[in-house]
C-alpha cells in the first residue's frame, strides 16, 4: 500500500491511546484514519514497557469513572476485538504504614464505596495474615479490591490495530512524524520521514513524547516524561497462586506475580525529566535491597529481565483530553502512569469529542487543556 497523501484524521502514536482512538474512530465510520507509529512494532513505547496492572483505586471522581468504563472493556476484548489479553483479576493491595496515607486512603475508600467499587479495608493483622512470608510488621491496614489485576498490553494495542485496520484505517509503523503544517491556527498537515499528509484533525496521542508534538504545533503541554524501571526474576515456587498486585505505597514498591517467579518495580521519586529508557544500575540496587527487605525470598532469585520505560506525567497527575488552541489539534496525553488501564475508554472519548463535540460515555469536562490556566485542579493520589 502506497503512503498515504490525504487523510480525515491522523492519529499520532502507535500505543494503546492511539490504538484505540483510531479504532474507535474507524468504528464510527471515518473511513480515512491514518494512524502513525515512529517504532517497528506498535506499542513498544510507553504501552510495552508497562506492568501491565489495572485497577479501580483511585483517589478522584473522573479516575475512577474512567475505570469503571474502562476495564469492562477489557472484560470483553476477546468478544468484542477479537483478541484474547490475558485480563487476570489478582486484586491490587495497597499497604499503608502511616497516618497521613491512612486518612487520604479512608477518604478514597468511601468515594470508591460511593461509586458502587467494593473496595475491603484491611488491618494489619488481616494483611500479615494474607501474605504470611512477607515482612510487614510496620503496616498499619491497607485496601483490596478483587477485581483489580493485570492485562497483556502487546495483545491490547495489537488487539485494536488489527480491528482498526479491518475497518479502513490505514496503521503505519516506522515513520516518524517531523513537523505539524499549521497555519492561520489551523492544522492542515503532518510532516514525516515518508511524506506529508494532508489533513484537517490530528490527535496527538503520542504519550512521554505528547510534548514534543505539542511543539510542533505551538502548543505547550505540561507532559514530562520520567523513567520507571523494572524487573522480573527466577521462579519462586513459595510464591502463593493467588499472590496480589502488592503495592507499598509510602516507598512506591511494587510487586506482582510474572509466569512463575516475580515481576517488581520501584519509582524514584529524585528522577529527573528525560527521555532515558536505559536501566539505571544503581537505582536497581536501592529499588531490590526495598524489595527484599518486604520480600526476602527475593534474595535467592535470579533476574530473568530487566527494563525502563516512560511516565508521562501532569501537574496533577490526570489526563489531558480534547481540543487545544490550535483548531483541528487533539490530545489524548499525560495519564501519568495510568494509560494502559484508561487507554480502551480514552480511545472511546476522543472519538466522541472529535465526532459529536463532546465525551459523553464518560464526563471528562474537566481534564482539558484549559484547566491548567486556573488557580487549582484535583490531584490523583494515588499515583505509584
Not at 251 to 276: A, V
Not at 299 to 305: I, L, Q
Request: hydrophobic share 40%.
Amino acid at each position: 500500500m502506497s503512503f498515504p497523501k490525504n487523510a480525515s484524521i491522523v492519529v499520532i502514536g502507535g500505543g494503546v491511546m492511539g490504538a484505540s482512538t483510531a479504532y474507535h474512530l474507524a468504528q464510527r465510520g471515518v473511513a480515512d484514519v491514518v494512524l502513525l507509529e515512529k517504532e517497528e512494532f506498535y506499542g513498544q513505547g510507553a504501552t510495552g514497557r508497562c506492568a501491565g496492572g489495572v485497577r479501580y483505586q483511585f483517589a478522584t471522581e473522573v479516575n475512577i469513572r474512567l475505570s469503571l468504563a474502562s476495564l469492562p472493556m477489557l472484560e470483553r476484548f476477546p468478544e468484542e476485538i477479537g483478541q484474547e489479553v490475558d485480563y487476570r483479576q489478582c486484586g491490587y493491595l495497597f499497604l499503608l504504614n502511616n497516618e497521613q496515607d491512612i486518612t487520604a486512603f479512608q477518604r478514597n475508600v468511601e468515594l470508591q464505596h460511593k461509586l458502587g467499587v467494593a473496595t475491603e479495608w484491611l488491618d494489619g493483622d488481616e494483611v500479615r495474615r494474607r501474605l504470611p512470608d512477607m515482612r510487614l510488621d510496620d503496616v498499619l491496614a491497607a485496601t483490596f479490591h478483587a477485581k483489580d489485576g493485570l492485562c497483556d498490553p502487546n495483545g491490547v494495542v495489537m488487539g485494536y490495530i488489527n480491528a482498526a485496520t479491518r475497518l479502513g484505517a490505514q496503521c503505519i509503523s516506522g515513520v516518524e512524524v517531523t513537523g505539524l503544517d499549521v497555519r492561520d491556527g489551523a492544522v492542515h498537515g503532518v510532516r514525516t520521514s515518508q511524506g506529508d499528509i494532508q489533513t484537517p484533525l490530528v490527535v496527538n496521542a503520542a504519550g512521554p513524547w505528547a510534548g514534543l508534538i505539542g511543539e510542533m504545533a505551538g502548543v505547550p503541554l505540561p507532559i514530562t516524561p520520567l523513567r520507571r524501571q523494572i524487573l522480573t526474576t527466577t521462579p519462586l515456587p513459595e510464591l502463593p497462586a493467588d499472590f496480589p498486585f502488592v503495592i507499598d505505597f509510602a516507598k512506591s514498591l511494587y510487586f506482582h506475580r510474572e509466569g512463575e517467579g516475580l515481576l517488581t518495580g520501584m519509582s524514584n521519586t529524585d528522577q529527573l525529566p528525560g527521555f532515558d529508557q536505559n536501566v539505571d544500575p544503581d537505582w536497581e540496587l536501592i529499588h531490590l535491597e526495598h524489595a527484599i527487605g518486604r520480600l526476602p525470598q527475593l534474595e535467592r532469585a535470579g533476574v530473568v529481565s530487566r527494563w525502563a520505560g516512560l511516565y508521562e506525567d501532569t501537574p496533577d497527575a490526570h489526563p489531558i483530553f480534547g481540543a487545544t488552541p490550535v483548531d483541528g489539534f487533539f490530545v489524548v496525553a499525560g495519564f501519568s502512569g495510568h494509560g494502559f488501564m484508561h487507554g480502551p475508554i480514552a480511545g472511546k472519548l476522543v472519538s466522541e469529542i472529535i465526532l459529536d463535540g463532546a465525551a459523553s460515555t464518560v464526563d471528562i469536562s474537566m481534564l482539558g487543556l484549559d484547566r491548567f490556566a486556573g488557580s487549582s485542579q484535583a490531584v490523583e493520589y494515588n499515583v505509584v
